[in-house]
């Protein structure tokens, strides 16, 4: 019903920077928060930032300061600008998104696939 699909990940030196993207695909009726997590080996997934649909923002208190989340409404796309990255950014990042499908009565949460950040030397 609905698709989530990330790109931009890769490998990037400490103190560099990288922009993720999310498209949101699919029967959507309507989008309320995006959100990027990341879940590092070993480790359980954790909310790294969220935008709801009319701009409020929250982040964990790891990335503030250093990650700037941001959406698209008419692209249904939401970003991830990363700076002054760290080598303990290093994790899978997912996408979220709480979606209502075409002719469905609630939202649902839905994930993308994942990509890759490594931040090393």
């Known amino acids: 019903q609905v698709r989530l699909v990330e790109s931009g990940g890769g490998l990037v030196q400490p103190g560099g920077s990288l922009t993720l993207s999310c498209a949101a695909s699919?029967?959507?009726?309507?989008?309320?928060?995006m959100g990027w997590y990341q879940q590092a080996p070993g480790k359980e997934r954790e909310l790294v930032a969220v935008?709801?649909?009319?701009?409020?923002?929250n982040y964990a208190d790891s990335v503030k300061g250093r990650f700037t989340i941001s959406r698209d409404n008419a692209k249904n796309t939401v970003y991830l600008q990363m700076n002054s990255l760290k080598p303990e950014d290093t994790a899978v990042y997912y996408c979220?998104?709480?979606?209502?499908?075409?002719?469905?009565?609630?939202?649902?949460?839905?994930w993308g696939q994942g990509t890759q950040v490594t931040v090393s030397s």
């Open positions: 979220n998104a709480d979606a209502k499908p075409y002719r469905s009565t609630r939202y649902y949460k839905f």
């Open positions: 699919g029967s959507i009726f309507s989008i309320n928060a």
């Open positions: 935008i709801s649909n009319d701009g409020s923002t």
